[in-house]
């Protein structure tokens, strides 16, 4: 398949993680109560923690090895089942963990239902597969299945979450679908993708590789997941119910540039074993133009609205994480950048090293300021941790990948965003004399989408046109 049918693909399954969660996410926060919810992210906290040290580096790995094999269907179907066997011995050993804590820590006793469901995403997720077909680039398959799954899970949760006490109802519908999906994709490649078995099966020759990314997974997820965790176990529910409300809108826009730079990884892997480094340098150039052009609006007007944002996601009883969304808006940016420098380049052309480090700068970071700040402002603390401590990774990242290849910044479309930002502010408080809340939210947003549409006749943008072919509709017109 074409790289811009894989960029179609994704985009569209990316779009779906926007336009479901505005869905099913208000609902939620208005019908489960604030602690519900708290308890329901402290424990998945644990979950998405166990997850990837079960996973020990076999999504990044398995994807970038796949992608060297294409063409030969049993070394393939060789690695997929060392890759699954190992992962599976590691859920399990997760599991029993999970269910020791469940049982002697005081603030998991409560919630050992919801340990239980987490369990099944934690074993489910061995035979999820979807290294596999991203590494031979089945972005296509992977869309389709996906947006049925999502949908069934949409309506399942309007027509089976009733009340503030259906947390649990709610945790093993998104829990289903992490089922749902390792059921299909398992069958799926053993139907069509695999070639047998040969009995020489060698797990121990992907050990080193994987410590190294494992100890990377290991690093990330305390400073992306453990936040909420450390801030369960010095504060309250309501604490972490306020810190993931508006980490989990954050959330869907860095999943979406995340997702979209996804593509570029199978293609790079190629590149690198080809020594094409033009090819390299453009398509880096296009992800980071990609991450510009979506995250820094997003930035924008979650700065400019946080209320009315949040009024609009989760109801009037979480505006008090309105100063967190101000400071988590610019994760986007950071975490977009610093894939496409770490996992899109880095990763792929074998430089994990780099990556570990970057991570354990990442890990001290956050920590500290953890521990530091949670005490006096809460989830606040939390908030500013994270932010500190992606910008810590994003710079090591960039400078590493700058030793490795020139780094090439489409600054006239960094002008041209700039430019439609400004101008949207001036219009914004001129507004503000005529409106409020979200009438003042839309009109504005509606001004943006106008400058930019017209600021690209005059700045003629060649990756924006190859996006939106906004210069054959104007020569239609015309």
Same mark, same amino acid.
Request: with cysteine; charged share 15%.
């Given at each position: ?8 693909? %994704? ?11 505005? &869905? ?6 208005r019908t489960l ?14 979950? =998405? ?13 398995? @994807?970038?090895?796949?992608?060297? @094999?294409?063409?030969?269907? #049993? ?29 002697? !820590? ?8 919801l ?18 077909? #991203? ?27 009733? %009340? ?11 829990a ?47 400073y992306v997941?453990?936040?909420?965790? &450390? ?16 980490l ?22 190629? @590149? ?22 979506f ?12 209320? #009315?944002?949040?009024?609009? &996601? ?24 610093? %894939?496409?420098?770490?996992? #899109? ?17 990442g890990?001290? !970071?956050?920590?500290?300021? %953890? ?8 989830f ?35 002008? =041209? ?9 001036? @219009?914004?408080?001129?507004?503000k ?22 600021? =690209? ?22």
């Amino acid at each position: 398949m074409s790289l811009k049918k894989n960029l179609l693909s %994704n985009f569209i399954l990316t779009s779906s993680t926007i336009v479901l969660p505005l &869905i099913t996410f208000p609902y939620i926060t208005r019908t489960l109560s604030n602690a519900s919810l708290g308890n329901v992210f402290f424990i998945d906290s644990f979950t =998405q923690y166990f997850i990837l040290f079960a996973s020990l580096g076999i999504p990044f790995y398995g @994807l970038r090895e796949v992608a060297k @094999l294409k063409g030969n269907k #049993q070394i393939s179907s060789n690695l997929v089942i060392e890759l699954v066997a190992l992962q599976l011995f590691l859920s399990l050993f997760y599991i029993i963990i999970f269910f020791i804590l469940g049982l002697f !820590v005081p603030k998991l006793v409560d919630n050992i239902r919801l340990i239980e469901i987490g369990s099944l995403m934690i074993l489910s997720n061995s035979f999820s597969i979807e290294w596999f077909y #991203q590494g031979i680039e089945k972005f296509s398959y992977i869309t389709k299945r996906s947006l049925i799954f999502k949908i069934l899970s949409v309506i399942a949760i309007l027509v089976f979450v009733k %009340n503030k006490y259906d947390s649990g109802i709610y945790y093993f519908i998104l829990a289903s679908v992490m089922i749902a999906n390792a059921i299909v994709n398992f069958g799926y490649f053993f139907k069509n993708h695999f070639a047998g078995f040969k009995f020489e099966v060698n797990i121990m020759r992907h050990l080193k590789p994987l410590l190294v990314l494992f100890s990377i997974n290991a690093s990330l997820s305390i400073y992306v997941i453990l936040d909420s965790i &450390i801030l369960g176990f010095l504060t309250d529910a309501l604490n972490v119910s306020y810190y993931n409300i508006p980490l989990k809108l954050v959330k869907i826009f860095w999943m979406i540039i995340s997702g979209v730079g996804l593509v570029f990884i199978p293609r790079i892997s190629f @590149l690198h074993k080809t020594n094409n480094k033009e090819e390299i340098k453009n398509l880096i150039s296009k992800s980071i133009s990609i991450v510009l052009l979506f995250s820094l609006p997003f930035s924008f007007f979650c700065i400019l609205f946080p209320e #009315q944002i949040l009024m609009i &996601i989760s109801g009037s009883k979480y505006l008090k994480s309105s100063m967190a969304l101000q400071i988590l808006s610019i994760m986007p940016l950071i975490i977009g950048l610093c %894939n496409v420098f770490g996992t #899109q380049f880095l990763l792929p052309i074998g430089k994990e090293r780099k990556i570990l480090v970057a991570t354990i700068i990442g890990l001290t !970071v956050s920590l500290i300021i %953890n521990f530091v700040l949670i005490p006096s402002i809460g989830f606040l603390g939390s908030a500013i941790a994270a932010v500190i401590a992606e910008i810590s990774v994003c710079l090591y990242v960039f400078l590493a990948a700058k030793k490795e290849i020139k780094i090439f910044i489409d600054y006239k479309l960094l002008i =041209q965003i700039f430019c439609c930002l400004f101008s949207t502010l001036i @219009l914004f408080l001129i507004y503000k004399r005529h409106f409020i809340g979200i009438p003042l939210m839309v009109t504005t947003f509606g001004s943006f989408l106008i400058f930019f549409l017209v600021s =690209q006749i005059f700045f003629k943008n060649n990756f924006l046109s190859s996006l939106i072919n906004i210069n054959k509709i104007l020569k239609r017109k015309l």
